[in-house]
Structure formats: structure tokens, C-alpha cells
């Protein structure tokens, strides 16, 4: 072999070592270069599997005037519908871009989507954004998120790119792929208030709960001692205080999960997974002392 062929074999070689065994959505193997990978999006083909064995409509109400909405697009995420018996407010938006899911769960209630006044959200991932544009067109509602998420929900910026290391919970690696590589994109929105800790939108205090990302917030209804936790916390595909491989600052992620178990929550509504309606804050707290044990 002269140099030349020995040149070429290299460069074989280099392409095989960057290119990874995806699936379609039919089941066939597709090889993606992973130097290209940055250039595919998801459309027909789903290149990165969404889970399929989860319902597609699953809402129920968790306490009164609390309602959890979810989808298994987007790692079986979930939005929350608050009815105070003044006004509607939303914490997160799934991930379709219709926001039918929303819409048919206000009109469950016999509220009009124009009864929503404030969108909430928890942070500025994909899975939680997909039907803000749409809602924010049909019912004007004020939208309020952390200051450093705001740009990236108003387009103006990607959201920090996580790591590309394989991380538990495996099943949800096909987000993490997604994530790193900005695979899906949110229509943009302008979000119209920066809240902080302390804060009250409608009935919910705000919770600053950095940590999956720079800006992430989580609430509490007392009157209802629910605590909705956004993805400091996930159900699926089991119990896990944060997805390892989103952790954009783990040492402050723990304390967020410190602060979290401060509540007295009967009931603790997750990103990613069912709500925990027994014993909520006895969950989380004996979770996250399994968590500390070497």
C-alpha cells in the first residue's frame, strides 16, 4: 500500500469512526456521519426513536383546579393547567406546535382558550415550548419565564448544548442526541415578564431551581400544596431527580433539589413523566437522600 492509498484508508477509517447507527421510524438502520449529523432535522423520518409505548393524550386532574397534560413526543412531557377560579394559567406547552392537547383541555373545563392569562414556563428545551406560539396567538396571555431563558425562547439564541455522553436514563438519549445537536426547533416568542424567586403569577409562587439549566423555575400552589418541579424532577421512565445527561451545573442542581424538599407538597408535577400524587414530599425526600448514600 503506497502512501496515497494509505492516505485514503485513514480518511475511511476517520469517517467510520464518526458516524453512529441511528433508526428510522419504519425500523431500518441508518448510518448518520456525526459531522453532518448538525444538518438533519426531524421530519417524516425520525431519525432518533421517540418512545411509543406511553399514551398520546394523558391528562388527568392531580388536585382541584390542577390539571396534567402530557405526550409521549418529546419523553412523555407535560404541561400543567391551573384554574384558580379566576383565570387560567399554564405552566409549559408540550411539545406539538398545534397545542391541541392545551386547547382541548380548557375547553374540557368549559373555559375558552381566551380565558388563558399566563404562560409560564419552566425553561427553554424544545419539549416544553412546542405549542407557546400558537397559544400566545389564540389568547394573548402574558408569557413569563426566567431573564436567562428568555432570549433562547424568543430565538435569539440556542439553548446551552448538553453532553453527548451516554447518560441514564438511557431511553431518554434520543433527546439528549437531539438537544446537542439542536435537531428541533420552537417557534420563537417574545416573552413579555422576567420573573425571579419570590415572584406570584396567579396563584403560584416562583421557585428559582437552577441547575438543568441556568434559568430553570419551578412553583408552588399552596393552596393546594402542589409543587410542579419541571425537570429538576422526572417520573420516566422511572423516578430520577434530573436526567443526568441535561445537567448543565450538578452542584446546583442539588441544591434546587434541596430547596424542592423543603415543601410540605401533597402532590409534585414533573417535566417528563406522570405526577407523584401519594406522599409527594416524602418521595422526593427519600429520593434524594437514596441520592446522597455512597
Not at 448518520?32 to 409505548?53: G, H, S, V, W
Not at 412553583?219 to 402542589?226: D, I, L, M, N, P
Request: charged letters at 20%; a neutral charge; hydrophobic letters at 40%.
Amino acid at each position: 500500500m503506497n502512501a496515497k492509498e494509505r492516505a485514503e484508508n485513514e480518511k475511511g477509517n476517520h469517517r467510520k469512526r464518526a458516524s453512529y447507527i441511528a433508526a428510522s421510524s419504519d425500523g431500518h438502520a441508518v448510518t448518520l456521519n456525526i459531522q453532518n449529523a448538525i444538518k438533519f432535522r426531524i421530519k417524516e423520518t425520525i431519525l432518533l426513536i421517540e418512545p411509543t409505548n406511553v399514551g398520546v393524550n394523558m391528562n388527568t386532574q392531580v388536585a382541584s383546579g390542577l390539571y396534567s397534560m402530557g405526550q409521549s413526543q418529546g419523553g412523555n412531557v407535560h404541561a400543567f393547567l391551573l384554574d384558580d377560579g379566576k383565570e387560567l394559567t399554564l405552566i409549559d406547552t408540550l411539545f406539538d406546535t398545534d397545542a391541541h392537547r392545551v386547547i382541548a383541555q380548557i375547553e374540557a373545563i368549559g373555559k375558552k382558550v381566551q380565558d388563558l392569562k399566563h404562560i409560564i414556563l419552566t425553561h427553554g428545551h424544545r419539549s416544553h415550548l412546542g405549542g407557546l406560539a400558537k397559544l400566545k396567538e389564540l389568547s394573548g396571555a402574558q408569557v413569563y419565564s426566567h431573564e436567562w431563558e428568555a432570549d433562547i425562547i424568543a430565538g435569539d439564541r440556542k439553548s446551552q448544548p448538553v453532553s453527548l455522553w451516554p447518560s441514564p436514563p438511557y431511553r431518554a438519549y434520543y433527546l439528549q442526541v437531539g438537544q446537542y445537536f439542536d435537531l428541533s426547533k420552537h417557534v420563537p416568542v417574545t416573552v413579555d415578564n422576567y420573573v425571579h424567586e419570590g415572584d406570584q403569577v396567579g396563584p403560584l409562587k416562583i421557585i428559582f431551581a437552577a441547575g438543568h439549566s441556568p434559568g430553570h423555575l419551578a412553583f408552588y400552589w399552596s393552596e393546594r400544596h402542589a409543587l410542579i418541579a419541571g425537570d429538576a424532577i422526572c417520573t420516566w421512565p422511572s423516578l430520577i431527580l434530573g436526567w443526568k445527561g441535561f445537567l448543565l451545573n450538578p452542584k446546583q442542581h442539588e441544591q434546587s433539589l434541596k430547596r424542592l424538599a423543603e415543601y410540605d407538597s401533597d402532590v409534585i408535577c414533573v417535566g417528563h413523566g406522570e405526577p407523584i400524587t401519594t406522599n409527594a414530599a416524602t418521595v422526593l425526600r427519600n429520593a434524594l437522600f437514596q441520592q446522597k448514600r455512597p
